[in-house]
């Protein structure tokens, strides 16, 4: 089935130490998405990619980046974690408005421990 | 701006009870519109989704929506709740710019 997939499903970090989630799709959509989601809240865009075309939230930190090496893998990095990025991070991807696939489908989400 | 109220933060309901959650949106031209439930440490699933023509659109596990243009709403229904239902319900937009607006998010709980 085309999915997808979020690697790992649960990450430990300590504070301070780099940590990189991962996502691959299997669907062959253009546009991949990472969003934060707190506790009870609704998820957060922090950017996404439009085939190699990286688009950044105005409010996503700088310690939060992002690459794409290929069209089905996506990756997220977290530069410094401090113990306020203890979230869930999901990803998504949609075919894009050029496409007329204005949906999103999302992975199963990753979700991040800072001790 | 733009943007989704779910005015209802909780909603409890009996099993076998019907159900509506509210949804309304702040857009200036007909939106993408889409709801989505997400389980405890789940990611997002979608629902249903209203893109043009019949404002009554039917989703997976037995939910409907309807789109009300003159009451900018799209609410979501269900005429008996199972206890599996039990979930955080997302509403969503999209303006055609490859990005959803999301509402706050309704957390539902089933009372057997």
């Known amino acids: 089935d085309a999915m997808v997939i979020q690697n790992p499903r649960y990450q430990v970090t300590q504070f301070g130490k780099p940590v990189t989630l991962s996502c691959s799709q299997t669907l062959n959509h253009n546009v991949m998405y990472w969003y934060q989601q707190k506790s009870s809240q609704a998820p957060k865009l922090l950017f996404h990619y439009y085939d190699k075309d990286f688009n950044n939230e105005a409010d996503t930190p700088d310690n939060f980046q992002s690459r794409r090496p290929n069209t089905s893998f996506c990756f997220l990095d977290i530069r410094s974690p401090g113990l306020g990025d203890a979230a869930m991070y999901l990803c998504a991807t949609s075919g894009g408005t050029g496409t007329g696939d204005h949906e999103q489908y999302f992975g199963p989400g990753t979700r991040l421990t800072v001790t | 701006a733009q943007s989704v109220t779910q005015p209802d933060i909780h909603i409890t309901v009996s099993e076998g009870a019907s159900l509506e959650l509210r949804c309304n949106y702040s857009?200036?031209?007909?939106?993408?519109l889409f709801w989505y439930v997400q389980s405890p440490g789940q990611g997002l699933q979608l629902l249903l989704k209203?893109?043009?023509?019949?404002?009554l659109v039917q989703g997976i596990k037995g939910f409907e929506a309807e789109f009300k243009r003159s009451q900018s709403s799209f609410n979501l229904r269900k005429p008996s709740v199972h206890w599996s239902d039990a979930a955080e319900y997302f509403c969503a937009f999209s303006g055609g710019y490859n990005k959803l607006i999301f509402g706050a998010g309704t957390r539902l709980a089933v009372h057997p």
């Open positions: 209203y893109f043009s023509g019949d404002t």
């Open positions: 857009y200036g031209a007909t939106p993408y």
